[in-house]
T-cell receptor
Framework: GNSVTQMEGPVTLSEEAFLTINCTYT??????LFWYVQYPGEGLQLLLK???ADDKGSNKGFEATYRKETTSFHLEKGSVQVSDSAVYFC???????????WGAGTKLIIKP | NAGVTQTPKFQVLKTGQSMTLQCAQD?????MSWYRQDPGMGLRLIHY???????DQGEVPNGYNVSRSTTEDFPLRLLSAAPSQTSVYFC??????????????FGQGTRLTVV
């Protein structure tokens, strides 16, 4: 079946460090891929998305590229801030099905 | 623009009690869903609906009921609360057209503790 695997957290970085959160997927077909972010005490909100191979999603300095050859959608940011501390979820959705398949989430802690 | 509104934000129940978590959206979205979030397990789908009068089970439906009498509302009922239902519950909505490319909107969550 379809699934999403994320790197386990927490990930702890210093402010201005480079961030990578790994996400790989298994899917029978060509899914759309998403990153959602959950700030403390809040619901999830869409961070970025990509709907086909080689697409790059970007928002708020974060980027992720849809890599079909490695079935990956790694989240990156060049210089993190304390305000980026949150839980990040990778997810996929198939065109043939309207369900989102979620990774387990990765908690990111940024220290000043 | 209220988006997705969940109530209550916090709730403590005794084992065996029943209650309803409310969810309303004002975006005219066809698709609504309920998730539970537990540490290390991500989001697990409880029930979902693709329109008024249509509901279906997700991954973990046992112990929960839903109904969808209007497009706007999608309440989740706990029939007889158990400690295993202690969790954070999220309601989400999304348009169905172009569903491979659409954003899901989430409520702020309900933190439920069953003692």
């Amino acid at each position: 079946g379809n699934s999403v695997t994320q790197m386990e957290g927490p990930v702890t970085l210093s402010e201005e460090a480079f961030l990578t959160i790994n996400c790989t997927y298994t899917a029978t077909g060509y899914p759309s891929l998403f990153w959602y972010v959950q700030y403390p005490g809040e619901g999830l909100q869409l961070l970025l998305k990509a709907t086909k191979a080689d697409d790059k999603g970007s928002n708020k300095g974060f980027e992720a590229t849809y890599r079909k050859e490695t079935t990956s959608f790694h989240l990156e940011k060049g210089s993190v801030q304390v305000s980026d501390s949150a839980v990040y979820f990778c997810a996929l959705m198939m065109d043939s099905n309207y369900q989102l398949i979620w990774g387990a989430g990765t908690k990111l802690i940024i220290k000043p | 623009n209220a988006g997705v509104t969940q109530t209550p934000k916090f709730q403590v129940l005794k084992t065996g009690q029943s209650m309803t978590l409310q969810c309303a959206q004002d975006m005219n979205h066809e698709y609504m869903s309920w998730y539970r979030q537990d540490p290390g397990m991500g989001l697990r789908l409880i029930h979902y609906s693709v329109g008024a009068g249509i509901t279906d089970q997700g991954e973990v439906p046992n112990g929960y009921n839903v109904s969808r009498s209007t497009t706007e509302d999608f309440p989740l009922r706990l029939l007889s609360a158990a400690p295993s239902q202690t969790s954070v519950y999220f309601c989400a909505s999304r348009p169905l057209k172009g569903y491979g490319n659409t954003e899901a909107f989430f409520g702020q969550g309900t933190r439920l503790t069953v003692v």
